[in-house]
């Protein structure tokens, strides 16, 4: 099968690389940060993306590219609103022109965490910029493809050139740093690997609709920080508890916005790990 990834410079999209099948055949996209493997495609040009993905003629777009800063998004509202929905839309309307499917990347932020745990068919409300253009992005997709897959995530981790909070962690601890994380947030922290292992599953087996492709847990933050230390041998007394009333944060975050991964286990016979199990493999592989 070929693949097309888009934000094949970022994290998610680099490790969809790294774990693709032998058999596949995959095209990596970046926009600004260009890596050995990637081609350039900027997601908000048109002209751009039809052009690149009548030339590479993938069977599946895989569409990672994002703007992901939550806190800059409430800055910067009409470029995330480029990116995170018109680009969501050029990608659709390109991967219909040339009959492709396209899974989508999305996000546990399109909840507003009063619920928490939340199904595919739970009823949607972003709170913030990011999460407002992420669901946008959500409603282009349906509108302009006819075979499409959404694939939501939350908190996404795994080893990369840029940080992420797990290993942002990592690093304070190991240079023997003590960090505040808050006890109030609660999600499903996904192993980036195991996201685009779900993702690939998807593909293969063909399968349209909405997917939480997150970690099967429902942890606050602070208690995933001590299972970092814990599956990294760090000393977990540098952890202490605290609580968002004492951030400042531009963006508003869902209290609870941890994912049920129960339909892709039951439709795909798919099980997403648990933080436990990934941290472990994370610590694995490096
Ligand atoms: N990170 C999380 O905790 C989290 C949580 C929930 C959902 N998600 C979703 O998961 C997906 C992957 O996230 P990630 O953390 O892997 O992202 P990331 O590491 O922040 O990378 C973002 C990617 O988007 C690309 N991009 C940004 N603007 C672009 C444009 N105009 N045209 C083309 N590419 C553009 C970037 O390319 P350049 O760097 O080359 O410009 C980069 O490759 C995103 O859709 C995100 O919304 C992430």
Redo the contacts with the bound molecule.
């Keep these: 099968m070929k693949f097309f990834i ?8 680099e490790r969809l690389a790294t774990i693709a099948s032998n058999d596949d055949e995959i095209v990596l ?6 890596t050995k493997n990637t081609i350039k ?4 040009d048109k002209n751009e993306v039809e052009k690149v993905i009548n030339k590479n003629k993938p069977d599946t777009i895989v569409h ?5 800063d939550v806190d800059l998004c409430e800055d910067e509202i009409d470029i995330a609103y480029r ?1 995170n929905s018109d ?1 969501t839309r050029n990608m659709a309307q390109a991967a219909e022109n040339i009959g492709a499917k396209i899974i989508y ?5 399109v909840f507003d965490g009063d619920k928490g745990y939340y199904s595919e068919d739970d009823e949607v409300n972003p709170l913030g910029i990011y999460a407002k253009s ?1 669901y946008d992005g959500e409603v282009q997709l349906k509108k302009y493809s006819t075979n499409w897959a959404i694939a939501r ?4 981790y795994g080893w ?1 050139k ?1 940080a ?1 909070f797990t290993t942002w962690v990592i690093n304070q601890l190991r240079s023997n740093n003590s960090i505040n994380i808050v006890t109030d947030q609660i999600n499903s922290p996904t192993y ?1 690997d195991n996201a685009g292992e779900a993702i690939f599953e998807i593909a293969k087996q063909d399968k349209n609709g909405i997917y939480h492709t997150a970690g099967n847990d429902r942890i606050n933050r602070f208690d995933f920080t001590q299972k970092i230390a814990e599956a990294f041998n760090l000393n977990k007394d540098l952890i202490n508890p605290t609580t968002s009333d004492k951030f400042i944060q531009k963006a508003p975050r869902p209290r609870d916005s941890s994912l049920n991964v129960n339909k892709i286990k039951k439709e795909l016979g798919f099980t997403m790990e648990t933080c436990s199990e990934s941290l472990e493999r994370m610590a694995n592989c490096k």
Excluded at 6 to 13: A, D, F, R, V
Excluded at 29 to 34: A, D, G, Q, Y
Excluded at 105 to 109: A, N, Q
Excluded at 153 to 156: C, I, P
């Design positions: 888009t934000g094949g410079s970022g994290l998610l999209g996209s970046h926009n600004s940060n260009p495609c900027d997601i908000t990672c590219a994002a703007m992901t990116i680009g990347v999305s996000t546990d932020f992420k995530v939350s908190v996404l990369h840029k992420n980036a």
